[in-house]
């Protein structure tokens, strides 16, 4: 029998990111071919000590936050979970908090939004609190000359900057004395170190690391992007698919992986969905792995009436497997109905959390030629764009 972790690492991903703008939250948005969160998560399953992880996610986004979990997670799951997140971060926390093992002595505490932080400051603020026993955070000191200014917004005096740290995460502590300082908590606090220090608590300081920051702003996001990405276009792979399905008054529509009540849904094998089984050949056929028939066989039961979003999430972790980081995917949809403009923003936030990656939809008709035209049926027609990461 597996001896039940020591180490717990709580990944805070249940703010909105409203400086980052979009729709979705920050954690969820994509950055260069993955979620902000699953780009946090990796370097957790990769610390030297087997860790306990809890996600803390938004009540609408655990489902999307547990299957970006189990990709990251892979066979290390038994030991990873997501709980719902509070209205504040403070309430997240002690929402990830309560879900901890009690085999459990030190617990990380760590910010999805900081998702380029090395395996190896995890690691040491691991090793810092199991050696010294008290609250360890990872800081950075101040370069900028710091002015504390008035109400007026005018300077008062210079502050010594060689007294000052900028605070990253994971900030780390003794599990006991944590739960101790939450349970005394009776306000709000930027962060764990200071709700921890007001309880009592001794905190101490190791060197933090340049790719830890905190992804807050269009700006910061755009400079993880870059970050991420391969120099030049090397291991850039395109594909494109089209599918067409006749409409059918026996049926439910499902479309661009939403239900459209009252319309007129489309015949085929599974659920008809012409938007995400364009996605999928198109993804397959960008990473040479086939088209949608091969993988999922029209004589196959197991598929009958599926929904789309089974075959772009098995169609992703095919991908993931053979090395392959989804970049976006476009999809032009032709036909009278239905009318996309209600539900674009939707069924993208939809399509784009299934796969990881951006994706836009656009959506026109005939002017009445073809059997489009005709309203016999509708076409999709999807263009994706992967990021090989290993040779081949």
Not at 146 to 170: G, H, N, W
Request: aromatic letters at 4%.
């Amino acid at each position: 029998m597996s001896v039940e972790p020591v180490v717990a690492v709580i990944v805070v991903a249940a703010g909105s990111g409203t400086r980052l703008g979009g729709d979705l939250p920050k954690a969820f948005r994509p950055l260069a071919g993955r979620s902000i969160l699953e780009h946090a998560l990796h370097p957790v399953f990769e610390m030297r000590r087997e860790a306990q992880v809890v996600v803390v996610a938004p009540e609408a986004f655990r489902g999307e936050a547990q299957t970006m979990l189990t990709h990251v997670a892979g066979a290390a799951q038994e030991y990873a979970s997501v709980v719902v997140g509070g209205a504040s971060r403070q309430e997240s926390v002690a929402a990830g908090l309560g879900a901890l093992l009690p085999s459990v002595r030190i617990v990380l505490v760590h910010d999805a939004a900081r998702a380029l932080t090395p395996v190896s400051l995890l690691d040491n603020v691991v090793d810092a609190v199991a050696a010294n026993a008290r609250g360890i955070v990872p800081g950075l000191a101040v370069t900028d000359t710091i002015k504390r200014v008035d109400s007026e917004e005018m300077v008062v005096e210079t502050v010594d900057r060689e007294e000052l740290r900028a605070m990253q995460t994971p900030q780390g502590f003794p599990r006991h004395a944590l739960d101790a300082a939450y349970a005394r908590a009776d306000s709000e606090y930027t962060d764990d170190a200071a709700l921890f220090a007001a309880a009592g608590g001794s905190v101490a300081l190791i060197p933090g690391d340049a790719r830890a920051f905190k992804i807050t702003t269009p700006w910061d996001l755009n400079r993880a992007e870059h970050l991420l990405r391969p120099s030049g276009t090397e291991g850039i792979r395109v594909g494109v698919g089209v599918d067409v399905h006749a409409y059918d008054d026996n049926q439910e529509l499902w479309l661009a992986g939403l239900h459209w009540p009252g319309e007129t849904g489309l015949a085929g094998h599974s659920d008809g969905d012409a938007v995400a089984h364009a996605m999928t050949d198109a993804l397959l056929s960008a990473a040479r792995l086939g088209d949608i028939g091969s993988m999922f066989g029209t004589d196959d039961p197991r598929f009958a009436q599926a929904c789309g979003e089974v075959f772009l999430i098995a169609t992703r972790e095919r991908l993931i497997a053979a090395g392959f980081h989804i970049e976006n995917v476009a999809v032009q949809v032709i036909g009278n109905s239905p009318r996309f403009s209600a539900r674009r923003t939707e069924a993208e936030a939809v399509l784009s959390g299934l796969i990881g990656a951006p994706v836009s939809l656009s959506a026109t008709t005939t002017d009445r030629l073809g059997f489009a035209g005709r309203g016999e049926g509708l076409t999709a027609i999807a263009t994706a764009s992967l990021r090989a990461t290993t040779a081949g």
